[in-house]
């Protein structure tokens, strides 16, 4: 997890797959975010029952523009951002 500049907060935990999935992807990508484990903080998984219309889905994604995503994939979360995580936009081989 990288927190220099980042773009986003992912609410999630330990165990989700798709919260691994997820994070895998935007660190393939160089993409920082802060990550918030809502079974360590019970005031993250009051905000996401509160955003998830009563369930705890995870991951939940929040940018800093205020946009909210619901257990998006790393792509919808790319193209949030303006990327499209190829090796030519990420400048990895």
Known sequence: MSTLSAAMTIYSTTWCGDCIRLKSA???SGVAYREIDIE???SAADFVVRVN???QSVPTVVFDDGT???EPSGRQ???HLGRD?????TGRP
């Open 26 to 28: 935007l660190d393939r």
């Open 40 to 42: 360590q903080d019970s």
């Open 53 to 55: 219309d009563g369930n």
């Open 68 to 70: 909210v995503m619901i």
């Open 77 to 79: 979360v790319l193209e």
């Open 85 to 89: 995580g190829s090796p030519a936009a």
